[in-house]
């Protein structure tokens, strides 16, 4: 019961400090707005797809787990510049668990990036984007993971760095494989059989596949349940790891 209500209370603070900004909801949705606007146009002859709609099936559900994996590992920033200002080393002396300290600026996250998601949705809709609300929720429920999982680890690799000049770096060079390994952009099943083969050992590979079969309708793909098991034991893992990071620092 403890633990619940310290996950409230940080998590409202965070989501009130997310509400006095609220430019930086749209800040990480520009970049998903863009690529829907001006690059998805352009699949409809590149994926032979036999209509708008179907390649927008194609492209957004890869778009959402983007913006998941992206707007998560750079939370981190955040965290240090708490740190510069004194708010972890002051946790120090309350009795917040700090497990709480970690889960409450993580589903703060999750929130903000559930509402970037239903933003981008809406706005696939009017190019003719149809899915079935459950499977949307599903697909969701699949980038909340991803969310939870990506910015955990963002905040316990910010714990451990302690520095804008090297999470930066680090956090990009992470993303940019994960991203190409992906097949966010375009389905992996365009590429060569080496890559495809590479692509299988990337965890986010059998999420944007999951999304994908979800917004299809084809709920009984085993990339559905296989992407959801994968991440959320790793996202477990994620939350368990950093968790441990912030129990170093609040000492």
Same mark, same amino acid.
Do not use: C, H
């Given at each position: 019961?403890?633990?619940?209500?310290?996950?409230? #209370?940080?998590?409202?603070?965070?989501f009130q400090?997310?509400?006095? =900004?609220?430019?930086?909801?749209? /800040?990480?949705?520009? &970049?998903?707005?863009?690529?829907?606007? @001006?690059?998805?146009?352009?699949?409809?002859?590149?994926? =032979? *797809?036999?209509?708008?709609?179907?390649?927008?099936?194609?492209?957004?559900?890869?778009?959402?787990?983007?913006?998941?994996?992206?707007?998560? @590992?750079? &939370?981190?920033?955040?965290?240090?510049?708490?740190?510069?200002?004194?708010?972890?080393?002051?946790?120090?002396?309350?009795?917040?668990?700090?497990?709480?300290?970690?889960?409450?600026?993580? @589903?703060?996250? /999750? /929130?903000?990036?559930?509402?970037?998601?239903?933003?981008?949705?809406?706005?696939?809709? #009017?190019?003719?984007?149809?899915?079935?609300?459950?499977?949307?929720?599903?697909?969701?429920?699949?980038?909340?993971?991803?969310?939870?999982?990506?910015?955990?680890?963002?905040?316990?690799?910010?714990?451990?760095?302690?520095?804008?000049?090297?999470?930066?770096?680090?956090?990009?060079?992470?993303? &940019?494989?994960?991203?190409l390994l992906?097949?966010?952009?375009?389905?992996? *099943?365009? *590429?060569?059989?080496? #890559? &495809?083969?590479? *692509?299988?050992? =990337?965890?986010?590979?059998?999420?944007?596949?999951?999304?994908?079969?979800?917004?299809?309708?084809?709920?009984?793909?085993?990339?559905?349940?296989?992407?959801?098991?994968?991440?959320?034991?790793?996202?477990?893992?994620?939350?368990?790891?950093?968790?441990?990071?912030?129990?170093?620092s609040v000492?």
């Amino acid at each position: 019961m403890k633990f619940a209500r310290d996950t409230w #209370l940080i998590f409202q603070r965070q989501f009130q400090l997310l509400l006095r =900004n609220p430019v930086w909801l749209f /800040v990480g949705v520009f &970049q998903p707005v863009m690529y829907l606007l @001006l690059f998805a146009p352009l699949l409809k002859a590149a994926l =032979n *797809a036999p209509t708008q709609a179907a390649a927008y099936k194609i492209f957004v559900p890869g778009l959402l787990v983007l913006l998941a994996i992206f707007g998560g @590992l750079f &939370q981190g920033f955040g965290l240090i510049a708490e740190l510069r200002a004194g708010v972890i080393e002051r946790s120090r002396v309350t009795p917040v668990s700090r497990l709480a300290l970690l889960l409450g600026r993580s @589903l703060r996250d /999750v /929130v903000s990036l559930i509402a970037q998601a239903i933003i981008i949705t809406l706005l696939a809709l #009017l190019f003719d984007l149809r899915v079935f609300i459950g499977y949307l929720l599903l697909a969701y429920l699949m980038l909340a993971l991803i969310a939870l999982m990506t910015s955990a680890v963002s905040y316990g690799v910010a714990l451990k760095v302690k520095s804008e000049d090297a999470l930066a770096p680090l956090m990009n060079t992470v993303a &940019q494989p994960v991203l190409l390994l992906s097949g966010i952009l375009l389905p992996l *099943a365009l *590429a060569p059989g080496w #890559l &495809q083969g590479i *692509a299988n050992w =990337n965890p986010f590979s059998w999420a944007v596949e999951g999304t994908r079969a979800l917004f299809a309708g084809d709920l009984g793909n085993d990339r559905v349940w296989q992407g959801l098991t994968i991440i959320a034991v790793l996202a477990v893992a994620g939350v368990v790891w950093a968790a441990r990071q912030f129990a170093r620092s609040v000492r």
